[in-house]
């Protein structure tokens, strides 16, 4: 079945600075890619939508220009968090769309920012 | 506002009884998906229903599609510790777009 790989599982880093997220499609062409934060013991919330070749599409309240996505390409997808700080902490999670009712999920990364 | 509402939010029950969730909107969905996460992984897919009224079973879980597709349950039968964990429901308003994600339920289930 479809893999998405995602990389670093955990990360830990110094405020003001950044981190990214990488999030490849190991078996097929991820022409869509979801991301997700999660805070502790709560729910996904969709941050932004990403189409390869485009500028991806913001939720409402999520600062473009501090969490910056990539999707150059069929296969990679990253994610950078600029400039983070401790409220940044949280679980950030990857889905690739893999057909018209078909989603695929990375294995998430715990960004600790102190 | 929630556009999806999932209830209970949390849910303490003994081995063997059974317990229903539910995932409730005021809007239409193309497609439903209920996921269970543990801590610190991604949502593992449980179920995909697509068409009102459907019913689809997974050993002793039920899901069940609301026949407007605005709403979906989970039931569990004879509970076991083992289905202790979060789920979520999630759906799509139009195929392929982007999964929006109830608040999911703790369930707990104790020997």
């Known amino acids: 079945g479809a893999v998405v790989s995602q990389h670093p599982s955990w990360v830990i880093c110094k405020s003001g600075t950044s981190v990214k997220i990488e999030c490849r499609s190991l078996d097929f062409q991820a022409t869509t890619m979801f991301w997700y934060r999660q805070f502790p013991k709560q729910s996904l919330m969709l941050m932004a939508t990403s189409n390869e070749g485009s500028k991806a599409t913001y939720e409402q309240g999520v600062e473009k220009d501090k969490f910056l996505i990539n999707h150059a390409s069929l296969t990679l997808s990253t994610l950078t968090v600029t400039s983070a700080h401790p409220e940044d902490s949280s679980f950030y999670i990857c889905?690739?769309?893999?057909?018209?009712?078909?989603?695929?999920f990375g294995s998430g990364t715990r960004l600790t920012v102190v | 506002t929630q556009l999806l509402e999932q209830s209970p939010q949390f849910l303490s029950i003994q081995e063997g009884e059974n317990l229903t969730v539910y995932c409730n909107s005021s809007?239409?969905?193309?497609?439903l998906q209920w996921y269970r996460q543990e801590p610190g992984e991604g949502p593992v897919l449980l179920v995909t229903?697509?068409?009102?009224?459907e019913v689809k079973k997974l050993k002793r879980l039920t899901f069940q599609f609301g026949d407007a597709r605005k709403d979906s349950s989970l039931h569990i039968t004879a509970a076991q510790p083992g289905d202790t964990g979060l789920y979520l429901c999630?759906?799509?308003?139009?195929?392929?777009?982007?999964?929006?994600f109830g608040k999911g339920t703790t369930l707990s289930v104790s020997s």
């Open positions: 809007s239409v969905f193309s497609s």
């Open positions: 999630a759906g799509a308003r139009q195929a392929g777009t982007a999964l929006i």
């Open positions: 889905s690739a769309r893999t057909g018209d009712y078909g989603y695929t």
């Open positions: 229903v697509v068409t009102g009224g």
